[in-house]
């Protein structure tokens, strides 16, 4: 299991403390730091998991997941991407830093 | 016209026996092998258990490979990322030295690979089989993490099962290499042995060692769920010491597999002043590094020797593989345009057109499953279904000698002895490896057929 330190996007983000994660082929695992709960993201949500975690810049990051989703435009995969940040911060999954 | 799938070589003061069709092999004694001879041509039966070896001789095989009918079918996408590399090797056949490090468009290989889904998924196959290819294709990072999740994301979007392998040279940072570990099923890691052998043939830019940078890649690698396989060239100057080589990689590496293949000379590793094993030691090294990675449970391979079913080709050329070069050329082998064209070969599938639509061209797919057939210098060896000729534009091109090469020698003598293992002979592989007249006698037996006269 990965728990990496990332930088992304402004604000930057990071795995919240203790959230392991690890892949799986149709998606990724995350594990809460007391193995209370676990969360499955699935694609493309799990590209841009790994992205995050390596600290790849919002925007590497746009380009690269405009290709892996799909999306008709820069403005859409941004949107995407913004929306995910802000649910896993909600879900306490990410912080920022 | 139909090949021959009957044969028996000399081994000592026996004949090795073998029907790869059949699937059956025997080691017999002079006068069995006689009586052989005689009930194919006389049409007689011989009796007692030889009557069932010419029952398998006069009875055609049930399933006689035969080159793909039909449509094109495709097995397998292979993804040249690029063909630039980050280091030197002295005896590169794929031009990563002198390659500009120019990377294909995404939208490329994006189209490719939803191309390769909608076929597999149309001929109800499961398996999406991807293999990145190079140069080095890590160095092209972008591109890598985009052709990997857009992968992973169609597969989980079309209930396939992705299974993806790289071919690299290992010199990649720390995080890469967890990467490729986290999301990678399997890593072909070009590793010539400890640092004497790897950073003279594998030198970084400006002659800087590569050592310490494939041993931290393979070291993390190893304590991965990845299926590891360590895959050297093996020199005149490495050769006798391939079973030290094997012992160290596996107790340092725990690989699931070692792949030996030997140098193929070249201009390159010639300036180079390297010099390929002579293949007779070749297969002696061979073999005693297979027990030695036997004892641990490792699988040592030589690509020639690679298959338990009879084949037609010992790489995916003529397979219906699709190959996708960084400009997008679909091709059917890995290699460079110049090397087929030098053979007076053509190795072209077809093209991904401006708009990103994948065109594949019938005839040309036709005649690559048709191109590897024909090949005069196997015709009367017993590898021929399994060797297959080894690489089509180096070994066996268009109009190439009928002779046996170095590569027919280490190759006739590794499967001879791989057969007599298979048979629980291994007594006999020890005599033939230590009676190197016995082992010429193998090796330049050059009429093998049984039945047929050359």
Same mark, same amino acid.
């Given at each position: ?13 990071? !795995? ?37 975690a390596r600290g790849v810049s ?40 | ?83 630039g590399c980050n280091i030197n !090797? ?7 030295p002198t390659s500009k490090k ?275 210098? !196997? ?11 080894? !690489? ?63």
């Open positions: 299991m990965n728990s990496h330190f990332v930088q992304i996007n402004a604000p930057t983000f990071r !795995c919240a403390p203790g959230v392991a994660w690890s892949a799986e082929s149709d998606g990724i695992r995350l594990v809460a730091p007391d193995r209370s709960f676990t969360v499955r993201l699935a694609y493309p949500e799990a590209a841009l998991w790994d992205f995050m919002e925007t590497r990051a746009t380009v690269m997941m405009k290709h892996i989703a799909g999306f008709p435009d820069d403005v859409a995969a941004s949107r995407f991407i913004a929306e995910c940040l802000q649910g896993w911060h909600k879900q306490g999954l990410i912080t920022p830093g | 016209m139909k090949r021959a799938s009957h044969f028996a070589v000399p081994i000592l003061d026996k004949w090795l026996v073998h029907f790869p069709l059949h699937q059956v092999t025997a080691l017999v004694d002079e006068a069995a092998m006689r009586e052989i001879l005689r009930s194919v041509f006389l049409e007689s039966d011989p009796g007692g258990f030889l009557t069932s070896l010419r029952h398998d001789i006069v009875t055609p095989p049930l399933d006689y490979p035969s080159p793909k009918d039909g449509p094109f079918d495709p097995s397998m996408l292979a993804i040249v990322t690029t063909r !090797c002295v005896y590169c056949d794929f031009g990563g120019i990377y294909m468009d995404p939208a490329i290989a994006v189209a490719a690979i939803d191309w390769m889904a909608e076929q597999l998924v149309a001929r109800g196959r499961k398996l999406f089989f991807l293999h990145l290819f190079g140069g080095e294709p890590l160095i092209a990072g972008d591109l890598v993490d985009i052709i990997v999740h857009r992968l992973r994301y169609v597969c989980a979007s079309k209930a396939l099962k992705p299974f993806i392998d790289v071919s690299t040279n290992g010199v990649m940072s720390l995080e890469r290499a967890r990467w490729v570990g986290e999301f990678l099923d399997s890593v072909i890691l070009s590793f010539d042995g400890p640092s004497e052998f790897q950073n003279r043939n594998r030198p970084g830019n400006h002659g800087k060692d590569t050592f310490e940078a494939v041993d931290r890649t393979a070291r993390h690698l190893s304590s991965t769920k990845i299926e590891l396989c360590l895959r050297a060239c093996v020199t005149r100057e490495s050769v006798l010491r391939m079973p030290e080589i094997t012992r160290w990689m596996i107790e340092s590496y725990h690989p699931s597999i070692i792949n030996f293949e030997p140098l193929t000379e070249n201009d390159l590793s010639a300036t180079a002043g390297l010099g390929a094993a002579d293949p007779f030691d070749y297969a002696r090294m061979w073999m005693v590094s297979k027990r030695i990675a036997e004892e641990f449970g490792v699988r040592l391979v030589y690509s020639a020797t690679e298959s338990d079913v009879p084949r037609l080709s010992s790489c995916p050329v003529g397979s219906d593989a699709v190959v996708i070069t960084p400009d997008g050329d679909l091709n059917g082998c890995y290699l460079q345009p110049d090397d087929w064209l030098k053979r007076g070969m053509d190795m072209t599938l077809g093209r991904v057109s401006a708009g990103h639509a994948i065109e594949i061209r019938p005839e040309r797919a036709h005649n690559l499953r048709h191109m590897i057939l024909d090949k005069p210098r !196997c015709r009367g060896c017993l590898c021929q279904w399994s060797c297959a000729g080894g !690489c089509h534009v180096s070994n066996t091109y268009l109009n190439c000698s009928e002779n046996y090469i170095d590569f027919c020698v280490q190759t006739r003598l590794i499967t001879v002895c791989l057969l007599l293992e298979q048979l629980g002979e291994s007594t006999v592989v020890d005599e033939l490896l230590l009676d190197t007249e016995a082992m010429r006698r193998v090796a330049m037996h050059n009429w093998d057929v049984i039945g047929e006269t050359a």
